[in-house]
C-alpha cells in the first residue's frame, strides 16, 4: 500500500503566500514523476506543475512565475511554493505520484486526499 499526505492548506489573503507538502509512504520503490493539481467547484480537475525524478518542471501557463514546485526524494516528498495568489487559485489541491513498487513493476499512480486552499479577503 502506498499513502500520500498532503498538507499546508489554508485561507490567504490576496498576494499572501503558502506551501503545500505531500509525503509518500509505503510499498515505493522508486517515484517517477510528483505533481500538483487542482479542483475549484463546477471546474473539472486541472494540471498545476510536474516534476520528473530529473527533475524537469512543467506548469500551467495560469501559475508561471508564480508557484514553483520542488521534490525531495529522500523524503518521498514534493512540494508546491505558491506566490502572488490570487482569488482565482481558490481550489482543492491534490499531489499525484508515478511510482514503481518494485524493480520490476509497472507504473502506478497515486492521488493524495486533497488539500483546500482559500484565497480571500
Known amino acids: 500500500q502506498v499513502q500520500l499526505v498532503e498538507s499546508g492548506g489554508g485561507l490567504v489573503q490576496p498576494g499572501g503566500s503558502l506551501r503545500l507538502s505531500c509525503a509518500g509512504s509505503?510499498?515505493?520503490?522508486?517515484?517517477?514523476?510528483m505533481g500538483w493539481y487542482r479542483q475549484a467547484p463546477g471546474n473539472q480537475r486541472e494540471l498545476v506543475a510536474t516534476?520528473?525524478?530529473?527533475?524537469?518542471?512543467n506548469y500551467a501557463d495560469s501559475v508561471k512565475g508564480r508557484f514553483a514546485i520542488s521534490r525531495d526524494n529522500a523524503k518521498n516528498t514534493v512540494y508546491l511554493q505558491m506566490n502572488s495568489l490570487k482569488p482565482e487559485d481558490t481550489a482543492v489541491y491534490y499531489c499525484?505520484?508515478?511510482?514503481?513498487?518494485?524493480?520490476?513493476?509497472?507504473?502506478?499512480?497515486?492521488w493524495g486526499q486533497g488539500t483546500q486552499v482559500t484565497i480571500s479577503s
Open positions: 499525484r505520484f508515478i511510482i514503481k513498487v518494485s524493480r520490476n513493476s509497472p507504473d502506478y499512480q497515486y
Open positions: 509505503g510499498s515505493i520503490f522508486s517515484i517517477n514523476a
Open positions: 516534476i520528473t525524478n530529473g527533475g524537469s518542471t
